[in-house]
């Protein structure tokens, strides 16, 4: 068995794939660095071709029995996964914190937290799965959810922890079997949900992880002809080479992708609560897909709302995430920092007005400025890109139907924030604009059962509650003849 282990944040952290229930190595490795000081974390095992055969290959093995132990079969396993979760909560956020820089607060308080909820909230679902019955004047149409197969499950770097969980949770639940694709640039806190998988008690080969980067291990595991499904979470450009995969296949895939999301705020709003929550746009650098990237303003009240959002940014602390002062920590790789300023170089090349920031906060460092840009036009690359980074544009609207034209202005429909003291008017608005999520008077909240995604170029299909188990079952209807099982011989 292998057996290369580093220490991460006083936490011992396998660096090698988990297949069939132990832990397997490769030949080829691969850096990773922590953002917050460049520090080695340790080589990585580089999966490919035979680790993604073997892996598919230990999910299928482990199938049969775990979808035959039903959902309530499950359920006690899947709460105990749960559990090991926030047993090791602490150890997971300073953990995920050293791997990917982000607010190890948000982490420990939030992130993880809803990773545990993510697991037994699915495994709690999936009791009732099959209880639904559609009636006919001549037929009863039983609705099955049953196990669909093996999942492959790919993820980014920005949330891996929570966002892993999130597919695993209604996977398992659905009775399927799953092989985990982590990001090359945050693999790490993948790695300890094995363990807490497989101390929970997951039979082996029920939860696979395959390390590795994405065009070799990722590539390997979509083009894998025994797959049920493929969910993604990541760039709108990865998810069109990996649903050229899923089309060759017929694997139903779940995409769900970028934004450069909407954040209106009306006249009558409340205006301080919009400021703060603008300023909140920047929190873990701004790498968030959900976050409201453009900022529209009503013109009357443009002024004292610039003022207002200023004097909040400004209360923003730059540095270290593992200071429970900091709200912006660093970007994520030198690569990903050199494309968040290239965005911002541009910018200033082509006129727009920097408002704020717009430079390295650290020197040598990965810490950028919060910025805000004004006066780029709408169409310009800073209003219509995904920089992922802590950068926000400013734009001005003189009534709804601007700013209904101007959110709904780019190829993404991710999600929406809208700020506004009206209700009817906030509903109009609402539902006009092009989203998965749209918040009123909120941000970032949402029930576990409620739909998520992203329409146009910021995904496929939704999860959350029963969207979760559309996608991962396969779902079937027992048409039964009414009386034709009349009791006989009585
Ligand atoms: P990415 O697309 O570069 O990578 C995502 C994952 O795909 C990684 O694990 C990577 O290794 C893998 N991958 C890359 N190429 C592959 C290939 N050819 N085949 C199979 N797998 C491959 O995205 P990223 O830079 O890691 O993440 C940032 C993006 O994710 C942003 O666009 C962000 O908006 C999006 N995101 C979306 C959500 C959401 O829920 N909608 C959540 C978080 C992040």
Redesign the pocket.
Known sequence: MANNRVMVAGVEVSLDHWIGGRRVASVNRFANASPIDGSDLGAVAAGGQAEADMAVAAARAAFPAWAALGAAGRLPILRRFASGIMTRAAEIAAVETADNGSLLAGNLHRMVPRAAQNISFFAEWALGLNDHAIDHPEVVNNVRYDPSGVAVL??????PFM?TTWKVGPALAAGNTVVI?????APLSCSLLADIAHAAGLPPGVLNVVQ????E???A??NHPDLARIS????????K??GQ?AARSITPMSA????KSPFIVCADADLDAAAQTVAGQYINAG????AGTRIMVEASIEAAFLEKVRDAVDQMTVGDPRDPATRVGPLIHPD?FARVAGFVERAKAGGAQLLWGGERAVAGALYFQPTMFAGADRDDEINQK?V?GPVLTWQTFVDDAEAIAIANGTEYG?AGTLFCGDEGRAMRIAEQVVAGTLWVNCFFVRDLAAP???SRM??IGREGGTHSFDFYCNIKNIAVRKGSFAAKGV
């Open positions: 790919i993820t980014p770097w920005n949330a966002l694709k982590p990001p090359e640039w590795g980067i994405g065009e291990a990722g590539d595991l979509v993604f979470t990541g760039s709108t450009d990865t998810a080479i990996i995969a769900e992708l970028g934004g790498q968030v897909c959900l990903h995904e992922f991710l998520f995604g992203g910021s995904g």
